[in-house]
């Protein structure tokens, strides 16, 4: 009698701690993606259809949800700032199409081309950053959104040539879109491709998420990053402890923003498309929804999260479009995706000010 | 020598307080020559535009005044206007009828989401701008929830027209003929032709009616100060923890300034568009919220500190820029989409900028304090050495 009840103490005890490490919204959100996962079938959904979905869009996602971690971790808040690491990789991308760089080849002249621009422009965002301290989040809005604005203007009168790009009866001025078939598309997700049936891992995609991920993680451990830690967590300590606190901040923004210009080149090489334009206004939230999604908070954000937080994420982005439509028989994915990326958002925003009391 | 640096910094403050209105002016200066709009027009413009956005900003002043920053809430109130509006038009109820039932119609909801968008602003303190930014995006959803799938199914919509052909969900455009510039038009005043010298002006029209209303609300504002809730707000937005020391309830006085906001924001956006006549049920409210927070900045206003002045400077030098880029970008560039384009990073550039320079004076306002604290002791120790 008594052994049963203290074995129901430890369940619950197991339990509790379960729900205190993966958090209620988590828990929440795994048992809606499982019960998508487990209706598919019964609705006509291949599951091995949708789960190659989900995972091609985690690896397409996953560097621009990683680029969040540096600034959390330097205390500068959630990178709302997004879209200028995006523009960045834009350029390069752009740049690198410009140049008729093919390939693999091509995908590494891109990246080569956006990651000083990113550094510059990351620099630039750090050192107004640093002097806006305690707002951050509403600026980098505001920095992401009016940098989109700007560079509408620049995509019309900078003077690319490449027929493929401009607009054609103009003469000048960049689509709003642009393929990159035949230049670097599916570069990294074809590279060791594994294919059976309807199902298909992209490989290369996930091994470099992964290697970018592994960079990160040593980062951290390295002595820049430790210090980059705990400018984050308590800034008077680390000043006090000899860290400057401003340069550090500054080397979160423009890892952040080196991130984001690479994480939209991975995305491109696997949607097959440049998004101009105001293609990347609102590309922040769902990153910033990702990772909150994972388990992370306002000041705080590991690998882990990432991972976590965008494979939730983006499956419930692929199975609720496939399942929902199916038995509703209506498109409601672009509002549960509104109501999940926002709600998830305020729920961090509210929570972190609890903690502190 | 402290007397010296307080007149610099004096000059220094004065110049960042005023930098952008200051900004505006010379921008419009260069653009309005090269954009070839007779004054005529520009003036008939500029009173319609006045009249039709100046209600939606001054809705933002009175969380301004309780220290909570610029509502991005606000888009909560445009929202619960346009559902009023959205049942008005389906009960084909026409007039100035019309206009006030939607109001009606949008108070309780407007009072409800105004409620909860000042308890979770409660929850985030410090935080609120952003807190209530998302929170404009999460209600949207919510709304998109409402509008898309529920009117029509479970909240009976009977006019075929607004309804999508799949038997539900509002259309993305409702045509607001019966209320089309009502107020408007209740009071109608022609004034012109002028000649003064070489400046000539032709007949405008001047919207009476909307002007009234506007002019109501700002001895609502007026009087709204001198009454204590408004003390009271004024207090918080002073010191958030003096105040509630002082006895005044923090968290209830912040609703409620949210509350109000909100319900005014609905009225605000009901006016908006009875002038527009056409409601875009998706896309109506989130230019509401961006335009006018922009406006009531480029005014003069800071996060901390806005009156009713800053929103008419402000919305004559937005909607002045608004009219012109377009066409200063096409003669000067020769694409109109330049100047379009121009228009949106001006918009949020400034919004941009208005929040730098927010957060630099507070932090410049921080290290002179330490430094104001520290002054006297650095001379002690001059003299001791």
Redesign the interface.
């Known amino acids: 009698m008594r052994k049963t009840v203290r074995k129901k103490r430890q369940a619950i005890h197991v339990f509790k701690k379960f729900v205190d490490m993966a958090g209620w919204p988590r828990i929440i959100i795994g048992i809606f993606l499982f019960s998508l996962f487990m209706a598919a079938p019964f609705v006509g959904v291949l599951i091995s259809t949708s789960l190659s979905n989900t995972l091609e869009r985690f690896g397409m996602n996953g560097v621009l949800v990683l680029a969040m971690v540096p600034m959390v971790q330097a205390g500068c808040g959630l990178n ?1 700032g997004l879209p200028l690491g995006i523009i960045s990789g834009l350029l390069g991308s752009t740049l690198s199409i410009e140049l008729g760089a093919r390939g693999i080849g091509g995908f590494a002249a891109a990246i080569a081309l956006s990651v000083p621009i990113a550094v510059i422009l990351g620099y630039g965002y750090g050192q ?1 950053l640093n ?5 951050e ?3 980098a ?3 992401g ?2 940098s ?3 560079m ?2 620049a995509w ?2 900078l003077p690319y040539r490449n027929p493929t790009m401009i607009w054609g009866y103009g003469g000048s ?1 960049l689509r709003t879109t642009i393929s990159v078939n035949g230049y670097w598309f599916h570069v990294l997700s074809d590279f060791w491709a594994i294919k059976f049936g309807h199902f298909l891992f992209p490989t290369g995609m996930f091994l470099f998420v992964a290697l970018m991920c592994f960079l990160i993680w040593l980062f951290m451990k390295t002595k820049t990053g430790t210090a980059m830690t705990a400018v984050g967590s308590n800034p008077e300590f680390a000043r006090a402890s000899g860290v400057n606190v401003d340069r550090m901040r500054i080397v979160s923004v423009v890892l952040s923003t080196v991130l984001g210009a690479v994480g939209i080149l991975v995305y491109e090489q696997s949607f097959g498309f440049i998004q101009l334009y105001m293609g990347p206004f609102y590309m922040a ?1 769902p990153a910033v929804a990702s990772i909150l999604l994972g388990g992370a908070s306002v000041n705080k954000a590991s690998i882990w999260n990432v991972l976590v937080g965008t494979f939730l994420f983006q499956g419930i982005l692929t199975m609720t479009p496939s399942v929902i439509n199916n038995v509703l028989q ?1 498109d ?1 994915s ?2 549960i995706r ?2 999940v990326s ?2 998830m ?2 729920y961090a ?2 929570r ?3 903690v502190k009391r | 020598m402290m007397q010296k640096r307080s007149i610099t910094q004096k000059l220094s403050r004065l110049l960042a307080n005023n930098a952008v209105p200051v900004i505006f002016i010379f921008i419009s200066a260069g653009a309005i020559p090269l954009s070839g709009f007779s004054a005529t027009y520009l003036i008939q413009e500029l009173l319609i535009r006045v009249g039709r956005n100046s209600f939606l900003i001054l809705s933002l002043l009175v969380p301004i005044m309780a220290g909570m920053g610029l509502n991005f809430g606000m888009i909560l109130g445009a929202m619960a206007g346009q559902i009023g509006l959205v049942f008005v038009s389906d009960w084909a109820i026409v007039g100035i009828p019309g206009i006030v039932l939607a109001m009606i119609i949008g108070t309780p909801v407007a009072v409800a989401l105004g409620l909860l968008c000042g308890n ?1 602003l409660n ?5 609120e ?3 209530s ?3 404009g ?2 209600i ?3 709304y ?2 409402v509008v ?2 529920f009117m029509g199914w479970l909240i009976p919509i009977a006019s075929p027209s607004l309804v999508l052909s ?1 038997g539900y969900g509002i259309r993305n455009a409702i045509s607001l003929l019966g209320i089309r510039t009502v107020l408007d038009r209740l009071l109608p005043l022609r004034v012109g032709p002028f000649d003064v010298g070489s400046f000539h002006l032709d007949v405008v029209n001047i919207p009476v009616a909307t002007y009234i209303v506007i002019a109501a609300f700002c001895f609502f504002i007026v009087w709204f100060r001198r009454t204590k809730l408004g003390q009271d707000m004024r207090a918080i937005g002073q010191n958030m923890a003096v105040a509630d020391s002082a006895g005044i309830p923090v968290n209830r006085t912040r609703v409620i300034a949210i509350v109000i906001s909100t319900v005014l924001a609905c009225y605000g956006q009901v006016i908006f568009l009875q002038n527009m006549g056409t409601l875009n049920t998706y896309n109506s409210h989130d230019q509401a919220g961006m335009f006018s927070i922009a406006a009531l900045l480029i005014g003069g206003a800071s996060v901390s500190r806005a009156g009713i002045g800053n929103v008419f400077l402000g919305v004559v030098l937005f909607h002045l820029m608004f009219i012109v880029a377009p066409m200063a970008g096409k003669n000067l ?1 020769g ?1 109109a ?2 100047g379009e ?2 228009r ?2 001006v ?3 400034i ?2 900028v208005a ?2 320079l ?3 004076n507070r ?1 410049n306002e921080r290290v002179d304090a330490r430094r104001s604290l520290r002054g006297p002791t650095d001379a002690k120790a001059k003299e001791a050495a």
């Open positions: 709302f107004l002097r806006v301290k305690g707002d989040m509403m600026i809005t505001y920095v959104f009016s989109v604005a700007f509408c203007i019309l009168l001025g939230l209506t409601m672009e509002v509104i109501i926002n709600g958002i305020l925003l509210t972190k000010v609890q | 979770v929850r985030a303190k410090g935080q701008m952003v807190t930014y998302i929170l995006f999460f949207n959803g919510v998109q929830l898309l799938y799949r560039m694409q989409q330049i384009y121009f949106v990073f918009s949020y550039g919004i941009a929040l730098v927010h957060a630099w932090h």
